[in-house]
């Protein structure tokens, strides 16, 4: 059982930058894939960004790639999404996910956290 708990949400003008942190429970925390994933009003989940076990690997959705890094920190179990040149169709709740396979589709992550709200105003 892996608990997330997401942090570092807010009201942020275009332009700006903010950092999410998902910080996990558990001793277990390496042994997970880590994804990034938002939604908007109205509109589906999608995937941001994941990052592999150790932190060699990652892949992003085209939207954000150049501008969202993700990167983790197994020492403090957390996962950071660093959000730069926000632009106002970034406003979504972000929620970090934990899945035992590298994968960006949200059916195969097994845990969820209860998500961030990032608001981008023009």
């Known amino acids: 059982q892996v608990q997330l708990v997401e942090s570092g949400g807010g009201l942020v003008q275009a332009g700006g930058s903010l950092r999410l942190s998902c910080a996990a429970s558990?001793?277990?925390?390496?042994?997970?894939?880590m994804g990034w994933f938002r939604q908007a009003p109205g509109k589906e989940r999608e995937f941001v960004a994941a990052?592999?076990?150790?932190?060699?690997?990652?892949y992003y959705a085209d939207s954000v790639k150049g501008r969202f890094p993700i990167s983790r920190d197994n020492a403090k179990n957390t996962v950071y999404l660093q959000m730069n040149s926000l632009k106002p169709e970034d406003t979504a709740v972000y929620f970090c996910?934990?899945?035992?396979?590298?994968?960006?589709?949200?059916?195969?992550?097994?845990?969820w956290g209860q998500g961030t709200q990032v608001t981008v105003s023009s």
């Open positions: 558990g001793r277990t925390f390496s042994s997970y894939y």
């Open positions: 990052i592999s076990r150790s932190g060699s690997w990652t």
């Open positions: 996910a934990a899945s035992t396979s590298r994968t960006v589709v949200a059916g195969e992550y097994d845990y």
